[in-house]
Nanobody, 126 residues
Framework: QVQLVESGGGLVQAGGSLRLACAAS????????MGWFRQAPGKEREFVAA???????YYADSMRGRFAISRDNAKYTVYLQMNSLKPEDTALYYC????????????????????WGQGTQVTVSS
């Protein structure tokens, strides 16, 4: 059974930074694509960033240049570095795992990910 646990959320001022982490179980972690999604109250869950098993990075347009995804296979962990945070970034951030290879154009599609963490809250004050 795959388990994902997010951490690193918190309260920051606009313009500040946070680094989220997602620890995964499983001996084949390096074979999976990993993604980050977020959901604010009353809104749909939206794609943030993803990284493939070959370290290809893909970002939503609004996050590109501010956020950076990375992975450390030795630690079974994926990270999301968030800079220049804005109040509209406030949301519950979820880590997700895709057990099958993803084409670059499919990395932002929610249905391609089969396993999800419980989320970590990010709140940005103005």
């Amino acid at each position: 059974q795959v388990q994902l646990v997010e951490s690193g959320g918190g309260l920051v001022q606009a313009g500040g930074s946070l680094r989220l982490a997602c620890a995964a179980s499983g001996r084949t972690f390096s074979s999976y694509a990993m993604g980050w999604f977020r959901q604010a109250p009353g809104k749909e869950r939206e794609f943030v960033a993803a990284i493939s098993s070959t370290y290809y990075e893909y970002y939503a347009d609004s996050m590109r240049g501010r956020f950076a995804i990375s992975r450390d296979n030795a630690k079974y962990t994926v990270y999301l570095q968030m800079n220049s945070l804005k109040p509209e970034d406030t949301a519950l951030y979820y880590c997700a795992l895709a057990p099958l290879p993803l084409a670059a154009q499919a990395m932002g599609i929610k249905s391609r990910y089969d396993y999800w963490g419980q989320g970590t809250q990010v709140t940005v004050s103005s």
